[in-house]
């Protein structure tokens, strides 16, 4: 069955620092890829999709992820996290052309100190 | 364009009652997919409902189940509930069906004593 692993599960950053959150996921096949984010109290937003095209893709807040198709992997990166970044990401997959749903891995809780 | 919205938002039952929740997805939305979020589990697809035909269905048992309106409103039904149903009930939609991006609400909080 499709799965994705989000290795991580609990990260603390310092303000400044550079993050990159894994992602693997388990289907050989066409995917459909995202990241989400939920902020304490908020509603569960998109961060990036990708689809396909360019596999470095860029989304809101100055986060990219690329996708390495040979890894099966769409790692989520930000060059220098703030303190507002703080927040659960959720990496999910869409196995195109199989049953459609998009699987979500556990998730990672991001603590950034000021 | 106003949000998907989801009622009511905290929900307070016994073992072996039933809950309704309710979500309204996206002005123009057509489908709805419905997730079970708990901690250190992730959000984990209950059912999709398109044109309210059900689409796809997760892993749960048949205690769990949905339906969807004309106007694309959709309900969630928990029959039987047990104290391991209590968790975040997430409503998302979006304009197509299958893996595109989804909107979420803000999530029912249910609590089984």
């Known amino acids: 069955a499709q799965s994705v692993s989000q290795h991580n599960h609990h990260v603390i950053l310092s303000e400044a620092a550079s993050l990159e959150l894994g992602c693997n996921y388990s289907?050989?096949?066409?995917?459909?890829l995202f990241w989400y984010v939920q902020y304490p109290g908020q509603h569960l937003q998109l961060l990036l999709k990708y689809f396909s095209g360019d596999p470095l893709v860029k989304g809101i807040k100055g986060f990219e992820a690329e996708f390495i198709k040979s890894k099966f992997s769409f790692n989520l990166r930000k060059p220098s996290v703030q303190w507002s970044d703080t927040a659960e990401y959720f990496c999910a997959v869409n196995a195109r052309g199989r049953d459609d749903k998009i699987i979500f891995g556990k998730g990672t809780r991001l603590h950034i100190l000021p | 364009k106003a949000g998907v919205t989801q009622t009511p938002r905290y929900l307070i039952k016994t073992r072996g009652q039933q809950v309704t929740l309710s979500c309204s997805p996206i002005?123009?939305?057509?489908?709805v997919s419905w997730y079970q979020q708990t901690p250190g589990q992730g959000l984990q697809f209950l059912f999709e409902?398109?044109?309210?035909?059900?689409?796809n269905k997760g892993n749960f048992p048949g205690r769990f189940s949905g339906r969807q309106f004309s106007n694309s409103r959709s309900e969630m039904n928990v029959s039987t509930l047990e104290l391991g149903d209590s968790a975040l009930y997430l409503c998302a939609s979006s304009f197509l069906a299958g893996g595109n991006e989804q909107f979420f609400g803000p999530g029912t909080r249910l609590t089984v004593l």
């Open positions: 289907y050989g096949g066409t995917v459909n």
């Open positions: 409902y398109f044109s309210e035909t059900q689409r």
């Open positions: 002005s123009g939305h057509r489908s």
